[in-house]
């Protein structure tokens, strides 16, 4: 089993840990039938329209 051979600084372990901080929101896109954003390839939660035809049936307010 591998063991560490020397002690890892506390700068190098913070740079590791500090990774999941650099990660970037998703992007979101337009969508084409309500122009809402929505996320890409995904279903418009507003008008329930993915690729040019409806998918989900989505309740009117």
Known sequence: MGV???RVSKARK???RSEWA???P??????PQ????KL????????GYYKG????K???E
């Open 53 to 56: 035809r409806e998918v989900l």
């Open 40 to 47: 890409a390839h995904r279903v418009c939660p507003h008008c």
């Open 4 to 6: 560490p051979k020397r």
């Open 14 to 16: 913070n740079k590791r």
């Open 22 to 24: 650099k990660m970037s």
């Open 26 to 31: 998703p992007t979101l896109t337009p969508c």
């Open 34 to 37: 309500c122009h809402e954003l």
């Open 58 to 60: 989505v309740a009117e």
